[in-house]
């Protein structure tokens, strides 16, 4: 291509900033679009920067359209379908795309500019956690400095003014943006929402748990809620087991949950006085009516009921997060075992091999105490068994490969293993799942739980104490209970029982105080991110105005009040930089008429009809020695006047040279 085709370059610096904001809309689009779609878009800006100093750009019509209608197609290969999210933001990252390697004018350069601010909108509808929310406004202010710069130029000495100016004018729109936050009338959503079509949290949770259920979710970092302790300085006593569901029916190395759990109803009076906690959980969205507490809850939330096996379930499914109160006894109920709960809690299959019957019924054989039955089950489990991550495929009637020739399991192996024992020994027994432990966060006073920290474990029927938690993965692996799983699983492989699951470096930097420190810090932002701002819902803002005075309103007389307060800032912002402005303006105008005066006195008069130009050159010719300041003089004084946005230190140089001027003649 001849020099004379080459199209007109957009500058450099402002297509820098430029690039650097397109970067920072990228991280949501990683792990929630096809993975080729990012990378595309990475491809394009790389392109960029190689063709814009060439003067090249993507510019045959014919060849837009075949690319579009490839990526069109590529998009519904990706996905199967153009309808949804997903596929119209992919759409969208790529159609961004080829405007990158098309645009060459200012015109153009703006519209990428208007179109980065869209992907921002996008990003947000993708995911809002907390460093996506920074990524993403990061973003916004680099496209506002790209904006800034392109129209400044790129003479030297003005990469750092636009941000600056970029700075100035977020912080001007942030008392503004603060005020329609917390006023402007909102649906009782909050601002944490999932428009992903058939998306949903990875849970280890279901009406049904089969080996490797949870196994499969040992090296998930995902959040399955936080919890605070309202009112205790110190931690609860003993392990936390976070009580999910219960399950009750038994098929060998599954089991099965109530598809509709029936409510019960309990009181403070069935469990021991003075035993009780209360929690205050935050919960993500999982998509699912699974709630979570410690054993037992008994003060059940709103929206909520306590369910047969004193576990809570939501009356609506959870798409966004939820937090919610509650208070649990952590001691057992005194409720007696009703005879349809006995013949539910004793059934097995008929398919359970013979050696397993064998097994169980010589323990009752031994003792009649049902304790001492369970300690026998116990130590049976602590010999040539071993806990593993990885303890390969199990089928549901592989109950006998499992107890007599591998015994090599997880958490739910051993408890839907040691349930169906029960059973077939005589003592009634369930599968309870939820959560054990989680990490307390220092900084912010909570504990996070984790989607690794997916727990199995079960409760026999006693006769003196009733429903008993017993949990056979301690018998196998003592200490899990009172530590999360990967603090367990860190002990365990420093110690040499396990193999890591990563270098030594990465584990030795990921245990390193400084990574630790900034990991708390960044897990305390997040959370009150979720619980100030991304949970204001309508509730929540409610409460807010009724603080300050401004309930029960209603939406037009607040939008009529927001209106009128937005319109007052205006007015007095635009107020006080006219105010400014003048106030400079007069000051430069005192200015140059006393340079004025100091002329005339040295035998230079200004005529009326002089402009600051035509009197400074006849001036530095009367006045050779001053030829210099006089000249200087002028050029700030036409500055400050006229252009539009002259530097800061332009004002004070200017009077510096004014009060100069004469002093040594």
């Not at 636009?162 to 005020?179: D, F, N, R, S, Y």
């Not at 096996?309 to 075992?337: H, M, N, P």
Request: aromatic share 12%; glycine share 6%; net charge positive.
């Amino acid at each position: 291509m001849s020099e004379g085709t080459r199209d007109r370059s957009i500058p450099r610096l402002p297509l820098l900033w430029l690039a650097a904001a397109l970067l920072f809309t990228l991280p949501p689009m990683f792990g929630s679009l096809v993975s080729w779609v990012p990378w595309v878009f990475l491809l394009a800006l790389a392109m960029k920067f190689w063709m814009e100093p060439r003067g090249y750009r993507l510019r045959f019509a014919t060849l837009k359209l075949l690319l579009a209608a490839a990526a069109l197609f590529a998009i519904f290969a990706s996905y199967g379908s153009l309808k949804g999210v997903e596929p119209g933001i992919s759409l969208l990252v790529v159609l961004v795309a080829l405007k990158v390697l098309e645009a060459h004018t200012a015109r153009e350069f703006q519209v990428m500019v208007l179109m980065g601010w869209v992907l921002c909108l996008c990003g947000f509808f993708l995911s809002q956690e907390f460093e996506i929310a920074v990524s993403l406004l990061s973003a916004f202010a680099l496209l506002l400095v790209a904006l800034i710069q392109f129209h400044r130029g790129s003479s030297p000495g003005v990469l750092w003014p636009p941000l600056g100016t970029a700075g100035k004018i977020l912080l001007q729109a942030a008392p503004l943006v603060v005020l329609l936050f917390i006023l402007f009338p909102r649906i009782n959503t909050g601002l944490r929402f999932d428009l992903r079509a058939g998306s949903s949290a990875n849970t280890g949770f279901s009406e049904r748990l089969a080996p490797g259920n949870i196994a499969a979710l040992a090296n998930s970092s995902d959040i399955a809620f936080r919890a605070e302790f309202p009112g205790r300085t110190t931690m609860p006593p003993g392990p936390m087991y976070w009580r999910g569901a219960v399950m009750w029916h038994c098929d060998g190395l599954e089991w099965h949950a109530p598809y509709v759990p029936v409510s019960i109803a309990r009181s403070a009076g069935q469990f021991p006085r003075g035993n009780t906690i209360r929690q205050r959980i935050t919960l993500a969205p999982h998509g699912a009516r699974w709630m979570f507490a410690l054993d037992r809850p008994f003060e059940i939330p709103s929206g909520a009921i306590l369910a047969r096996g004193d576990y809570l379930w939501s009356v609506q499914t959870i798409r966004k997060a939820r937090r919610y109160e509650v208070v649990s006894s952590l001691g057992t109920a005194g409720k007696e075992l009703t005879p349809g709960e006995r013949r539910e809690a004793l059934e097995v299959p008929a398919w359970i091999s013979p050696a397993v019957r064998e097994l169980a019924q010589s323990w009752a054989t031994q003792s009649s105490s049902p304790r001492a039955v369970v300690n026998s089950a116990l130590q049976f489990f602590q010999s040539g068994f071993r806990y593993s991550l990885s303890p390969g495929q199990y089928r549901r009637n592989d109950l006998e490969q499992f107890l007599f020739h591998r015994r090599i399991g997880f958490c739910e192996h051993y408890a839907a293993s040691f349930a169906t024992l029960m059973r077939l020994a005589g003592i009634p027994a369930r599968v309870v799942v939820g959560y054990l432990g989680g990490e307390y966060n220092d900084l912010g006073h909570f504990f996070l739980v984790r989607q690794a920290d997916t727990h199995a474990w079960c409760e026999v029927w006693l006769p003196e104490s009733g429903w008993t938690r017993v949990d056979p993965t301690t018998a196998v692996a003592p200490g899990r209970a009172s530590l999360d799983l990967n603090s367990f699983l860190e002990r365990d492989i420093a110690s040499g029982q396990m193999e890591a699951r990563q270098s030594a470096l990465v584990a030795k930097l990921a245990r390193s105080a400084l990574f630790t420190n900034l990991r708390l810090a960044l897990e305390t932002l997040s959370y009150e991110w979720d619980t100030r701002v991304l949970a204001f819902d309508a509730d929540v803002q409610e409460v807010t105005l009724d603080s300050i005075g401004l309930a029960n309103r209603g939406p037009f007389v607040l939008i009529i009040e927001i209106l009128i307060v937005a319109v007052a800032l205006l007015v007095i912002y635009f107020g006080w930089m006219q105010m400014r402005t003048r106030s400079r303006a007069d000051r430069v105008k005192a200015l140059y008429e006393h340079f004025c005066r100091k002329a005339a006195r040295l035998g230079v008069q200004r005529n009326p009809f002089e402009g600051p130009s035509d009197f400074s050159n006849r001036a530095a010719q009367l006045l050779p020695n001053e030829s210099k300041r006089i000249r200087e003089i002028s050029n700030t004084y036409i500055a400050l006047r006229y252009a539009p946005e002259p530097a800061g230190t332009a004002l004070d140089s200017f009077s510096r040279e004014v009060r100069a001027f004469g002093r040594y003649r």
